[in-house]
């Protein structure tokens, strides 16, 4: 059992910044694929950014150049760095990992962009 817990999200205006943190139990983290997803109203969950255990990372087109997903270890822990921040991004964001067949995900936590 895995639980993730988001956090970081809120309201700001177009090109602002925002970090989420997404931090997870367990003992095993350093080798759990992390993953943010998103959800707009209205529209299907997409996959925002993933990073690997040993690190490598890859982007939704939509957020290349402007988010980042990095991850410590230590305290268990996966973070989105989200830069120039447009309202089109705004949704709620989720963490999620998979451990064989199950999918865990945390509550989410909603991020708005607008002036």
């Known amino acids: 059992q895995v639980q993730l817990v988001e956090s970081g999200g809120g309201l700001v205006q177009p090109g602002g910044s925002l970090r989420l943190s997404c931090a997870a139990s367990?003992?095993?983290?350093?080798?759990?694929?992390m993953g943010w997803y998103r959800q707009a109203p209205g529209k299907q969950r997409e996959l925002v950014a993933v990073?690997?255990?040993?690190?490598?990372?890859n982007y939704a087109d939509s957020v290349k150049g402007r988010f980042t997903i990095s991850r410590d270890n230590a305290k268990n822990t996966v973070y989105l760095q989200m830069n120039s921040l447009k309202p089109e991004d705004t949704a709620i964001y989720y963490c999620?990992?998979?451990?064989?067949?199950?999918?865990?995900w945390g509550q989410g936590t909603q991020v708005t962009v607008s002036s």
């Open positions: 990073i690997a255990s040993g690190g490598s990372t």
């Open positions: 367990g003992s095993f983290f350093r080798i759990y694929n």
């Open positions: 999620n990992t998979g451990i064989g067949t199950i999918s865990y």
